[in-house]
């Protein structure tokens, strides 16, 4: 068995490099992989926990992380719809020059 301070580093060091990757990259491509890295690593977080502590307060964190694996979905619907919908009137994902939504 993995212990559970692994897998909550793990998942802190996921969380590290998502943040990094969504404060010092251009690309809205990058920073929107970003976001759903460090959303993966709270589901790590979450399950880890749920693992350690098991029975009713396990089933809270597995329910927690379903939830977020919802959240992720639908952001990455809408996400996605925007990038498509930047490149195709800026034709460009730098974020620094797309400053509004607005034509």
């Keep these: 068995?993995?212990?559970?301070?692994?897998?909550?580093?793990?998942?802190?060091?996921?969380?590290?490099?998502?943040?990094?990757?969504?404060?010092?990259?251009k690309n809205a491509l990058?920073?929107?992989?970003?976001?759903?890295?460090?959303l993966n690593a709270a589901n790590l977080a979450f399950i880890a926990f749920?693992?350690?502590?098991g029975g009713v307060i396990g089933t809270?964190?597995?329910v927690s992380a379903f939830f977020v694996i919802a959240v992720?979905?639908?952001?990455?619907?809408?996400?996605?719809?925007?990038?498509i919908a930047l490149?195709?009137?800026?034709?460009?994902?730098d974020v620094d020059e797309v400053r509004a939504l607005k034509h």
């Design 72 to 83: 992720a979905a639908a952001e990455a619907g809408v996400g996605l719809a925007i990038i």
């Design 50 to 53: 749920a693992r350690m502590h």
């Design 87 to 93: 490149f195709r009137t800026r034709r460009t994902l």
């Design 1 to 25: 068995m993995i212990p559970t301070t692994a897998c909550l580093f793990l998942s802190a060091m996921l969380f590290f490099l998502g943040m990094l990757g969504f404060l010092l990259r």
């Design 30 to 38: 990058v920073v929107f992989m970003s976001v759903e890295l460090m």
């Design 60 to 62: 809270t964190g597995h």
